[in-house]
T-cell receptor, first 113, second 113 residues
C-alpha cells in the first residue's frame, strides 16, 4: 500500500469548514483513498473513500487531485464532536494479499468553540 | 442494526490467565478482523477471517487464537496472558465487494498485571 503524509495537527473554529490534506505521491492505479477517524478511546470510524472522482456523503467530501497524488477531506461545518485523529489510508479496493488497514499517525483535528 | 459489538468493554487479567474477547456483527459481512492498539500507536492486525471456517494470521498473531464457526461471530482467545498483551482490542468487519470498507466495534480495553 502507498504511504501517506499528513500534518500532525490542525485547528478549526466551530462552524467553519475543516480541510484536512493528505499526500500520497506513490499511489498506484488500483489503490483507493480511504479516510477514517478515531475519537479518543473509541473504535475507528469510516468516513469516506474514493478512487479518482470527488466524493461526498453525509459526513464529508473528498477531493482527489487529477494526478491522484494528494487529496483533501472536507468537513463542511465542523462541530466540537469532530475533534479526533483523522487517518488517510491508501490501499487496494478489496482484500488482495494485504487485508489490513495501515493506520499512520494521522492528523489531530481540534475544533475550538 | 447494532453493527459490530464487542464484549467485555474492560477486563483486568493476571499473568497466565486466559480469556475470550467476543465480537459479533449483524451486517452479514464476510470478512472480520482483530486489531490491537497500544497507547499512542497505530492499529496492528492480529488475525482475520474471510468467511466461516477460514482464518489467517495478521502481523502480530503470537499469543492469540481465533475461530469462525458462524458468519456473525469471531472470538479472540488469549491463552496465558502476558503484560505485553495489555492493549485495546478492536474487532472490525467488512463486505468484500469492489471495496471492503471496514467497520469497527467500540473496543475492549485489556490490562494484564
Amino acid at each position: 500500500d502507498a504511504k501517506t503524509t499528513q500534518p500532525p495537527s490542525m485547528d478549526c473554529a466551530e462552524g467553519r469548514a475543516a480541510n484536512l490534506p493528505c499526500n500520497h505521491s506513490t499511489i498506484s492505479g488500483n489503490e483507493y483513498v480511504y479516510w477514517y477517524r478515531q475519537i479518543h478511546s473509541q473504535g475507528p470510524q469510516y468516513i469516506i473513500h474514493g478512487l479518482k472522482n470527488n466524493e461526498t456523503n453525509e459526513m464529508a467530501s473528498l477531493i482527489i487531485t487529477e494526478d491522484r497524488k494528494s487529496s483533501t477531506l472536507i468537513l463542511p461545518h465542523a462541530t466540537l464532536r469532530d475533534t479526533a485523529v483523522y487517518y488517510c489510508i491508501v490501499r487496494v479496493g478489496s482484500g488482495g494479499s494485504n487485508y489490513k488497514l495501515t493506520f499512520g499517525k494521522g492528523t489531530l483535528l481540534t475544533v475550538n468553540p | 442494526n447494532a453493527g459490530v459489538t464487542q464484549t467485555p468493554k474492560f477486563r483486568i487479567l493476571k499473568i497466565g490467565q486466559s480469556m475470550t474477547l467476543q465480537c459479533a456483527q449483524d451486517m452479514n459481512h464476510n470478512y472480520m478482523y482483530w486489531y490491537r492498539q497500544d497507547p499512542g500507536m497505530g492499529l496492528k492486525l492480529i488475525y482475520y477471517s474471510v468467511g466461516a471456517g477460514i482464518t489467517d494470521k495478521g502481523e502480530v498473531p503470537n499469543g492469540y487464537n481465533v475461530s469462525r464457526s458462524t458468519t456473525e461471530d469471531f472470538p479472540l482467545r488469549l491463552e496465558l496472558a502476558a503484560p505485553s498483551q495489555t492493549s485495546v482490542y478492536f474487532c472490525a468487519s467488512s463486505y468484500a465487494g469492489t471495496t471492503d470498507t471496514q467497520y469497527f466495534g467500540p473496543g475492549t480495553r485489556l490490562t494484564v498485571l
